[in-house]
C-alpha cells in the first residue's frame, strides 16, 4: 500500500533526517538502527514505501525481497563476521512501528527485551 505521507525510511532516503547510512543503491538502502538490540544492529529496507511488511514484498516483488536478503548477507559479512538473524516485524502485535517494509539484521547476541517495543 503507497500511503500518502512520506515515511520516516522514505526520509532518511531523501536525506530530509539524518541516519549512519552503511548502504545505497537504486533500490535499497541500509543504515544503523537509532536503538540498537544487539552489537551489530543494521536496518535494510527497500527505497520504495509501496510495501508495508515482508508478506505483501514478497507477493509483489519478490526480486526486491530477494535483493534485501542479498543485501543483508553482504553487510552482516562486513559487519557482523557473516553469521546474523533477519527479522522482519509484521504488524503492531509483533512489534512493528514502522509500516514500510524493512530487515532487521542483527549479530551478536541480543540484548534483553529483543525487538518488541
Ligand atoms: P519495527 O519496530 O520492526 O517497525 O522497526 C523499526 C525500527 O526503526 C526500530 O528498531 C527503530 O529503532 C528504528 N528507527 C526508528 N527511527 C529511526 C531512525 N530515524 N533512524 C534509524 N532507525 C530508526
Not at 509501496?50 to 553487510?75: H, Q
Amino acid at each position: 500500500m503507497t500511503s500518502a505521507e512520506p515515511s520516516i525510511f522514505t526520509r532518511i532516503v531523501a536525506r530530509e533526517i539524518p541516519a549512519d547510512i552503511v548502504f545505497e543503491n537504486d533500490s535499497v538502502i541500509a543504515f544503523r538502527d537509532i536503538a540498537p538490540k544487539a552489537p551489530v544492529h543494521l536496518l535494510v529496507v527497500p527505497k520504495t514505501q509501496e510495501y508495508a511488511n515482508v508478506s505483501e514484498l514478497a507477493a509483489g516483488d519478490p526480486a526486491l525481497l530477494a535483493e534485501v536478503v542479498a543485501t543483508a548477507n553482504a553487510l552482516a559479512a562486513e559487519y557482523a563476521g557473516g553469521e546474523f538473524r533477519l527479522i522482519f516485524n509484521s504488524g503492531e502485535s509483533a512489534g512493528q512501528t514502522v509500516f514500510h517494509v524493512h530487515a532487521h539484521v542483527l549479530g551478536g547476541a541480543l540484548e534483553e527485551g529483543s525487538l518488541a517495543q
